[in-house]
């Protein structure tokens, strides 16, 4: 199982039994690890 949904999915066992605001914190890093590749693959494909 890659990073970032092991992280999505420990934010969410963490934000429904422990803390939800450590929770959100896991799930927003698990998300930005998922999309930044394509962010920065798509920024960099259109510099000259």
Known sequence: MPLALLLIVIGIVLAVLVHWGLGL???LI?????VW????????????
């Open 37 to 48: 590749p394509a962010i920065s693959g798509r920024s960099s494909g259109n510099r000259v």
């Open 30 to 34: 698990g998300l930005v690890l998922l």
């Open 25 to 27: 914190a896991c799930i």
